[in-house]
């Protein structure tokens, strides 16, 4: 439109994200493969949550790995900023790693338990900065302690003297250091009592209030999906089969995978998770079948579709 500024691009551009793994013995010299994700596409905006959803073994965390290039995926697109992060070499990568983030299940195996927490944070920020003096730091380390409720007298203890729940602060507290714009958390509460788990989704929230961050939520807990997601995409062997605002997919579930995976959770209320009706889901079913394609159902609500496409 005339005068009208450009639009900016999303923060985050998932397009056909495929990755093969090697799988099992080469039959006749033909390398099997694994596709574990298969064209997987989907955006971020800036300061929202998306969560992603889906089987053991969907690919879920493949699509982490790659999105963050921890991985190189095989084919697609990954635009961060409008910029494509696929074939970028890693000192291109260096200074946009600053943007994205990534914090995982179990906080421990993140943590390096000959290294102070302490050090553990301030380590990006003598990567991405090189020498700055001490104080200055110290200052800004204690300050990430404080966002994210730890308490700095600590830093200079070791990661087997804190809690799960404390252990994932320090990650948390480390992937704040460069004021990323995204965090890819790949079941970040998963390993923690339930108590904890509503403290750290507590803080994750108001780290999104008070910065705009946006998140790439990975988890099993549907519950805790709904109450923190935008959108939801729901993963099925490597492929999205849903994926719309969290309302419709929570209340207008189309796809028979999600259907099956929203009646296998808990019901608040046990008079209707008593009269509930369990909905199975046999992925066999698609065995063989083309992958299809996916169809707007309601505004930005997508199911897909295994008939023929236009
Ligand atoms: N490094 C690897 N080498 C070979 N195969 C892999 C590798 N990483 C993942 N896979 C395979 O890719 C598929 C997707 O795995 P992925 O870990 O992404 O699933 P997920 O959805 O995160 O599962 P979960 O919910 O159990 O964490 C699986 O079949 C897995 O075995
Ligand atoms: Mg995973």
Redesign the pocket.
Known sequence: MNGMPPSSPPLLQVEGLCKD???GASLLGARAV?R?VDGVSFTLARGETLGLV??????????ARCVMQLERPTGGRVLLNGRDLVGMSQSALRPLRKVMQIIFQDPYSSLNPRMTVGRFVADPIMIHEGKIPREALMQRVRALFAKVGLDARHLGRYPHEFSGGQRQRVCIARALAMSPQLIVAD?PITALDVSIQAQIINLLQQLQDEQGLAYLF?S?DLGMVRHICHRVAV?LR?LIVETGPAEAIFHDARHPYTQALLSATLEADPARERSKARLFFDAAQLDGRASGFMKEVTPGHFVREYGHAR
């Open positions: 793994y090697p799988a694994l574990a889906g089987e053991s073994g969907s690919g879920k965390s493949t699509v079941e990975i099993h993963m490597g």
